[in-house]
């Protein structure tokens, strides 16, 4: 089969692979119709993400139709539609069965691995590095999938591909992000990044109650996406975020405040671990202003800042100081997606979100490199790719 391989900092190909097969009996193998490019894939195209090998497929955002199961499997059937979140949960630890699916105990066969590094192992995620649990990805024609009965997720017929591709992961995020601001009616949020998790944190918001949502980014046609989901907008190259913030909320400052942005890559990078390394710290100091940074310094006092982006690799300078003496409340995490599979479903249905907003670009798994670059670098006004395998 083909798939998309990392092959190196800033580096992805196009590759023939064995097609995946079925290791262990709780396994499914899906046929992928519809992948997409996310905005952690970028950490991983960067190099932030240590453990990834040169050959590993990639893509955690995936679905398709169920082709094979293994022995033990019995809800899920050959046949089905499915999408495929992107944690993996064992379905039965402690964590997953508290609903807290991006925090399993069980999904990372690496765990011994990612604590020796980290102190602290995080669940399995597809196509996301070694420290992760060395899972092939589902940028490619075919992926194995695991604890099939307790992940995959069937999804109506009525709804398109382009519909509830992602429910697997960027969709869930922004409504985790969102749910995470402790919204109270008519509160006024502020999102940092209007990316595919800042637009779906916005419209989230406005579902959960917020009065008002303040987006902030820098590329116009992301902004204007914005508007057009009723957030008002900050260009943080033209304007001063933190005094524009003040002054649309009285001088007190946003209710709570997201930061939908996470690492981002300042250079074009030129590989290795010592690249990656100087590429951490320039994002950390760099000469932009840090989102995280201006989202705890926008938010009022005794808001809530919630932090969907992600963050990893060396260091983080977060002003803790002013944390701590605003009594700031920070939420954030890798999201379960699992628990809000029904919810977000059914606001699909009823055509209360419509995800298909964010989709710019459609290319085949052939063009997956020309895609990684134009959504790096937001050439082309992609806001998101889908590649059809
Ligand atoms: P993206 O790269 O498309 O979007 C990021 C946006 O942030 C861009 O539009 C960029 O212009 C903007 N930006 C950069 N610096 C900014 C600043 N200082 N102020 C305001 N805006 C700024 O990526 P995405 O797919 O939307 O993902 C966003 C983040 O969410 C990434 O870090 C990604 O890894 C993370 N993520 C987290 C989870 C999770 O489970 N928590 C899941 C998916 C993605
Ligand atoms: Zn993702």
């Not at 800033?10 to 119709?33: F, M, S």
């Not at 502020?190 to 987006?215: D, E, K, M, N, Y």
């Not at 400052?253 to 290795?272: L, R």
């Not at 100091?285 to 940074?293: D, K, V």
Request: hydrophobic share 40%; proline share 5%.
């Amino acid at each position: 089969m083909k798939a998309v391989v990392w092959e190196g900092v800033n580096r992805v190909k196009v590759e023939r692979v064995p097609d995946p097969e079925i290791l262990q009996p709780t396994d499914a193998i899906v046929r992928v119709t519809a992948t997409a490019i996310c905005g952690s894939d970028l950490h991983l195209l960067d190099g932030y993400v240590p453990s990834m090998v040169h050959g590993d497929i990639l893509g955690h955002e995936f679905m398709g139709e169920v082709v094979d199961v293994g022995s033990a499997v019995t809800k899920i059937k050959v046949g089905d539609r499915v999408i495929v979140p992107f944690p993996i949960s064992c379905g039965k630890c402690w964590y997953c069965q508290r609903g807290q699916t991006s925090l399993c105990d069980n999904s990372n066969p690496n765990a011994k691995l990612a604590e020796t590094m980290w102190g602290y192992a995080p669940a399995g995620i597809y196509g996301y590095s070694h420290i992760t649990g060395g899972y092939a990805g589902g940028q490619a024609q075919f992926a194995r999938t695991v604890y099939a009965d307790d992940n995959l997720y069937r999804v109506p017929d009525g709804l398109s591909d382009d519909q509830v591709l992602f429910l697997t992961d960027v969709l869930p995020t922004g409504y985790m992000a969102a749910e995470n601001c402790n919204i109270e009616q008519g509160d006024v949020v502020a999102v940092f990044g209007c990316g595919p998790v800042g637009q779906f944190a916005i419209r989230s918001a406005f579902l959960l109650g917020a009065g008002r949502v303040i987006a902030i980014d820098r590329f116009p046609e992301r902004l204007a996406l914005a508007r057009g989901a009723g957030a008002e907008t900050i260009n943080y190259e033209e304007e001063e975020v933190f005094d524009r913030l003040k002054a649309m909320t009285g001088g007190r400052g946003p209710d709570s405040v997201m930061d939908a942005v996470g690492m981002e890559a300042h250079g074009t990078g030129v590989g290795g671990v010592a690249d990656a390394v100087k590429q951490t710290t320039r994002v950390l100091e760099s000469e932009r202003p840090h989102a995280l940074r201006s989202a705890i310094m926008a938010c009022r006092k005794g808001g809530t800042v919630s932090v969907p982006g992600v963050y990893g690799g060396l260091g983080d300078k977060i002003p803790l100081g002013a944390f701590m003496n605003k009594g700031l409340t920070l939420r954030t995490g890798q999201t379960h997606v699992h628990r809000y599979l029904d919810v977000l479903t059914r606001h699909i249905e009823r055509g209360e979100i419509d995800p298909t907003v964010i989709i710019t670009h459609r290319l085949s798994l052939d063009e997956a490199p020309h895609a990684y670059k134009i959504f790096k670098h937001k050439h082309e006004h992609c806001i998101k790719c889908v590649l059809d395998p």
